[in-house]
């Protein structure tokens, strides 16, 4: 599905959730929701994770079937598709409830 080697893909994702921890380390929602700068560089992050996602190949996503790929997949179609639909309450809950494990997870592969 792509020409970027699978292990850079996973890098690449692996980079954005550093930079998303960067950004929202010590926020509240309330100081993240009204930070447009820190709403805009989360959202563009998510959109890497999950365009990288989306390059994997069925076989390696098969093979690691633990991570819920058509989920980060589906979130980055959504931020693109229908950026003024993105409910901030959601990416919070995201970073908050999902990132963490998503990092695990790739760090073991």
């Known amino acids: 599905m792509s020409n970027r080697p699978i292990r850079l893909l996973i890098d690449d994702m692996l980079e954005a959730i550093s ?3 960067q950004y929202t ?3 509240s929602y309330d100081i993240f929701s009204n930070d447009q700068k820190t ?3 989360v959202v563009r992050n998510l959109e890497i994770i999950g365009e990288a996602a989306n390059r ?3 076989e390696f996503k098969d093979k690691h ?5 058509y989920k980060i997949v589906g979130l980055r179609h959504r931020i693109v598709h229908e950026y003024f639909g993105i409910d ?3 990416i919070w809950q995201i970073l908050n409830n999902d990132l963490q494990v998503l990092h695990k997870d ?3 592969i």
């Open 19 to 21: 930079r998303i921890e």
């Open 25 to 27: 380390q010590g926020l």
């Open 39 to 41: 709403i805009d560089a």
């Open 56 to 58: 994997l190949t069925e």
């Open 65 to 69: 079937s633990e991570i819920e790929w």
């Open 88 to 90: 901030i309450q959601i």
């Open 106 to 108: 790739l760090s073991q």
